[in-house]
């Protein structure tokens, strides 16, 4: 069983800060190998939306465009966590964050959601104005 677990959401202020981490196991590595990981988030009364997504050693990353030059996405598998750094939230960044692992014999990283298998439980950044 994967278990991906989120954690770093909160209540900032617009202009703050937020580091959000999602973690596996070492088990999940050794059985499945390293995967493709992605953040996702949705936002009440709307669709789930693509943010970022890294490939296995972190060597390709794309972020959505909204998130372009604010947020940023990393891993250290030696630890077995992916993390998406936010900067300069907006009001409108206010949304359940999801992250996602989809485990493929690739190089590359994805944006589709239906790509991903294994999904954390989320976690709930909230932005003030």
């Known amino acids: 069983q994967v278990q991906l677990v989120e954690s770093g959401g909160g209540h900032v202020q617009a202009g703050g800060s937020l580091r959000l981490s999602c973690a596996t196991s070492?088990?999940?590595?050794?059985?499945?190998?390293?995967?493709?990981m992605g953040w996702f988030r949705q936002a009440p009364g709307k669709e789930r939306e693509f943010v970022a997504t890294i490939n296995w050693n972190g060597g390709r990353t794309y972020v959505a465009d909204f998130a372009k030059g604010r947020f940023t996405i990393s891993r250290e598998n030696d630890k077995h966590t992916v993390y998406l750094q936010m900067d300069s939230l907006k009001p409108e960044d206010t949304a359940i964050y999801f992250c996602?692992?989809?485990?493929?014999?690739?190089?590359?990283?994805?944006?589709?959601?239906?790509?991903?298998?294994?999904w954390g439980q989320g976690t709930q950044v909230t932005v003030s104005s």
């Open positions: 996602a692992a989809r485990f493929a014999p690739t190089s590359d990283y994805s944006t589709n959601d239906y790509e991903y298998r294994y």
């Open positions: 070492a088990r999940t590595i050794q059985t499945y190998g390293t995967s493709i």
